[in-house]
């Protein structure tokens, strides 16, 4: 807009402008200012407004209380994941979303429920929780388990941080059975659905304990789809130990020993195949992680933890899964039948990281941290990394126009880039090259041909995230000429 401000011109003698054209004027000349002032104002506005918005990349996560199924909870969520967290109900993680999809099972019949601790009855909520080992009923050194303080006390709940990260902590009752208190921490941060866990133990007694805690989750396998009622596509996966001290490389701890929905594949993976029938198989694996595939609606989760090699595990294990179900049973007659419990039928399976055992004096505390990626899958699984899970192997073939054709899709667990790093068959890096935009809510399907500098012999692919960070390879292999199959 052009602003145009009337001016006199004086001619010797003569008044250049009449009494009414001079207040014309003067009024002209205040709208004028005026209307520069608020145009001033306005670009203010305009300038502070861009300044406060948030973007994506900046996003934060927030703490809130809410309603779910009943229970009063609290949410601690970003634009990527929710989890809900009851803590009454023994401080339960009682549900994770991810991109939509809920992990957890939450018992229909219990929801929105709270029954106080009982020691001759187990209230199964669902969800994720910490509870100890040994189990059992032998002496005072075993967890009987049930519905005790451990498993069903009341936790406290304090928001530790909230903004560009969120933190919560859950502290549960001193328990005079068993001696120890738990306490738990639960972090997220705005840009990423990782989860970190903390776990603490600490012996409230005035003698010696010795326990391991165990981080336990409850996976819905139930399809209403499916005639049975049951997800027939649900895994679950963890690196068999090569030197394994069980038999067949895991222990069948309880069901059949001859369980088909069990095996360990030639590439090593230890895998179960959700059947409906109760079974737990302990598994001494020291690669730090596993992981959770549904193959049906396309979601996966990777738990990972610490294994300390030179610290001992109850029973030796690591990793224990449990598939829900009847329980085969030998009868007093030698009759063998499926045994069913007021807990036999609920869809789910458990996946359950042990810390190492913990020898704790009066006061002494010891520490266990788990973390999660929630990421997408497809139609098969061979392993986890650093940066995601691959579906199908990363294939690299050189063509004779000097070009490399990549092919393979996976999940991430971060939202950013993946970016190739290439090296001669001497090891030196020749360059490093964007390839594609992915984020941990779609699964990544590749299939593009690069022109690299020089003549690489191998290449490594890495995720780097929004901020630039490299989150390590999902695949490091050595480029072939024609099909590498």
């Known amino acids: 807009m052009s602003i145009f401000v009337l001016a006199s011109t004086a001619v010797p003698g003569k008044c250049s402008i009449t009494a009414p054209h001079l207040l014309l004027a003067n009024q002209l000349r205040r709208f004028a200012f005026v209307f520069f002032v608020l145009f001033l104002i ?13 973007s994506p990349k900046s996003a934060e996560c927030r703490v809130e209380t809410v309603d779910y199924k009943g229970w009063q909870a609290q949410q601690v969520s970003n634009r990527w994941v929710q989890l809900v967290v009851v803590p009454q109900n023994g401080g339960r993680l009682m549900q994770v979303t991810f991109a939509g ?45 049930n519905s005790d303080v451990i498993d069903d006390g009341p936790f406290s709940f304090r928001k530790i941080s909230e903004g560009p990260q969120c933190g919560i902590e859950l502290t549960g009752p001193a328990d005079p059975q068993t001696g120890v208190q738990f306490q738990r921490t639960i972090r997220i941060d705005g840009e990423s659905p990782f989860i970190r866990f903390h776990a603490s133990m600490k012996n409230v007694t005035g003698h010696f304990v010795e326990w391991s805690m165990q981080s336990v989750s409850q996976y819905d396998t139930s399809d209403s789809r499916s005639p049975s009622g049951f997800n027939h596509d ?8 090569r030197s394994s001290s069980y038999l067949n490389r895991y222990h069948v701890r309880f069901g059949p020993a ?21 079974a737990e198989l302990w598994l001494d694996s020291t ?34 899964f449990w598939t829900n179900g009847p329980e085969l049973r030998l009868n007093s007659d030698g009759t063998a039948s499926l045994a069913k419990d007021s807990d036999s039928g609920p869809y789910y399976l458990e996946a359950e990281l042990n810390s190492p055992m913990c020898p704790l004096h009066p006061g002494q505390a010891c520490d266990f941290e788990t973390e999660w990626f929630p990421t997408r899958a497809g139609d098969e699984f061979h392993g986890a990394t650093d940066a995601g899970i691959l579906i199908h192997p990363i294939r690299a ?39 594609a935009d992915v984020n941990p809510s779609e ?5 593009t041909e690069i022109f690299p500098p020089g003549p690489p012999a191998r290449l490594s692919l890495h995720l780097e995230d929004e901020n630039g960070i490299d989150r390590g390879a999902l695949q490091e292999l050595h480029i072939a000429t024609g099909d590498n199959r």
Not at 443 to 447: H, K, R
Request: glycine share 8%; net charge neutral.
């Open 42 to 54: 306005s670009l203010e506005l305009v300038f502070a407004r861009g300044a406060n918005q948030v």
């Open 397 to 435: 073939t050189r063509l004779e126009s000097g070009k490399i054709r990549l092919s393979g899709s996976f999940g991430v667990f971060f939202s950013g880039r993946l970016v190739a790093h290439f090296y001669n068959e001497h090891g030196a890096s020749i360059s490093v090259m964007p390839i």
């Open 234 to 241: 649900f895994w679950t996966f963890t690196p068999a130990n």
């Open 101 to 145: 999809h809920p992990y957890l099972f939450v018992n229909p019949k219990l929801a929105g429920k709270y029954f106080p601790p009982s020691a001759s009855q187990w209230f199964n909520y669902g969800g994720d929780k910490l509870w100890l080992l040994p189990e059992g009923n032998n002496d005072e050194q075993h967890w009987v388990g």
């Open 287 to 320: 690669d730090g992680w596993l992981a959770v595939v549904d193959k049906s609606s396309k979601f996966a989760m990777v738990e990972r933890f610490q294994y300390e090699e030179s610290k001992k595990y109850p029973g030796k294990a690591s990793v224990v």
């Open 258 to 278: 001859e369980n088909p929905a069990a095996s360990v594949s030639d590439d090593g993976l230890f895998r179960v195949h959700y059947v409906h029938m109760a």
């Open 443 to 447: 699964p990544v399907s590749l299939e």
